[in-house]
């Protein structure tokens, strides 16, 4: 079974620019989650899609957006790019609604996003 | 306010010896604890959970223990081997969170070498 990809694996903006992070999930799993990682702050969860709609949704600015498509494919948009955003942009899949337990969620490898 | 902290950004270890990895947290509804592993250039991989039910869980290599009344975990490596080196990070999350389905508060991290 292939994991989750991402997609680009690397990029560059400017600020004031915005980007688009692509998310495919495993076969099968309905629920995606967006997690920023920075050295600063660590790992910190942006928001999770179940089904097309967003269930869950952690405290960073409108600036950040997602959806998620009738295939599970999820992507996040960041606006008005800062350099503050420069980040590793993690998704993560699971195959259903269930609490999260068990470690059940699966991670991608990752968008390294750098705004210069 | 950080509700998952990991104090300890690094720890070397010699190989064969136990590594101890610790996690505090502040918020008290947490109910389930996770420890994931991450390599470079990957994303984090489930290693062990934890239910506050329990004060203890063992996987192989792997234990974790929970002190509720102290608000800390901590996951014990024995022997700790050099593929183990990674950045090793606590989550927690209430695992029935207000109708919808918890996220992932993770620490910020403790980097993990084990020498030969």
């Known amino acids: 079974k292939a994991g989750v990809t991402q997609t680009p694996r690397y990029l560059i903006k400017t600020r004031g620019q915005q980007v688009t992070l692509s998310c495919s999930p495993i076969s099968g799993h309905r629920s995606v989650s967006w997690y920023q990682q920075t050295p600063g702050q660590g790992l910190q969860f942006l928001f999770e899609y179940f089904s097309e709609t967003q269930r869950n949704k952690g405290n960073f600015p409108g600036r950040f957006s997602g959806r998620q498509f009738s295939n599970s494919r999820s992507e996040m948009n960041v606006s008005t790019l800062e350099l503050g955003d420069s980040a590793l942009y993690l998704c993560?899949?699971?195959?259903?609604?269930?609490?999260?337990?068990?470690?059940?969620?699966?991670f991608g490898p990752g968008t390294r996003l750098t705004v210069t | 306010d950080q509700q998952v902290k990991q104090n300890s950004p690094s720890l070397s270890v010699q190989e064969g010896r136990i590594s101890i990895l610790n996690c505090d947290y502040t918020n008290s509804m947490f109910d389930y604890f996770l420890w994931y592993k991450k390599y470079p250039a990957e994303g984090p991989t489930f290693l062990i959970s934890?239910?506050?039910?329990?004060d203890k869980n063992e996987d192989g290599r792997f234990t974790v223990f929970l002190n509720k009344s102290a608000k800390h975990l901590s996951l014990h490596i024995v022997p700790s081997q050099p593929g183990d080196s990674a950045v090793y990070f606590c989550a927690a999350t209430l695992a029935n969170y207000g109708g919808s389905q918890g996220n992932l508060i993770f620490g910020k991290g403790t980097k993990l070498s084990v020498k030969p």
């Open positions: 993560a899949s699971r195959s259903s609604g269930q609490p999260l337990v068990l470690g059940e969620q699966y």
């Open positions: 934890i239910s506050s039910i329990k």
